[in-house]
């Protein structure tokens, strides 16, 4: 059973900075895709970075040059570096993780894995 545990999230103020940290288990290998999405209040939930198996990454318009994603495949832990943080950062931000085998990925397709439960961020002026 795969599992994803989310951490580090918390309440900083602009301009701050966090680490999430995205503990996955239930993998036979580290052949899958990963990443972390977020939800604001009354907002859907939006892909915000992802990193495939082979180390190919994405990120959304609104946080590239800010936010950085890694994995650490020998501790089966992925994390999300955000820096120059803004208030329309703020929401819940959530790990996600899918098997893959063909090269190609999508924020959409990585939606369609599996999650974990989410840690809070806060971003005010």
């Known amino acids: 059973q795969v599992q994803l545990v989310e951490s580090g999230g918390g309440s900083v103020q602009t301009g701050g900075s966090l680490r999430l940290s995205c503990s996955i288990s239930g993998y036979s290998n580290t052949g899958y895709c990963l990443g972390w999405f977020r939800q604001a209040p009354g907002q859907e939930r939006e892909g915000v970075a992802r990193?495939?198996?082979?180390?190919?990454?994405a990120y959304a318009d609104s946080v590239k040059g800010r936010f950085t994603i890694s994995r650490d495949n020998a501790k089966n832990t992925a994390y999300l570096q955000m820096n120059s943080l803004k208030p329309e950062d703020t929401g819940v931000y959530y790990c996600?993780?899918?098997?893959?085998?063909?090269?190609?990925?999508?924020?959409?397709?990585?939606?369609?894995?599996?999650w974990g439960q989410g840690t809070q961020v806060t971003v005010s002026n």
């Open positions: 996600a993780a899918r098997e893959q085998v063909a090269t190609g990925t999508s924020f959409y397709w990585l939606s369609l894995g599996n």
């Open positions: 990193m495939d198996k082979d180390g190919r990454i």
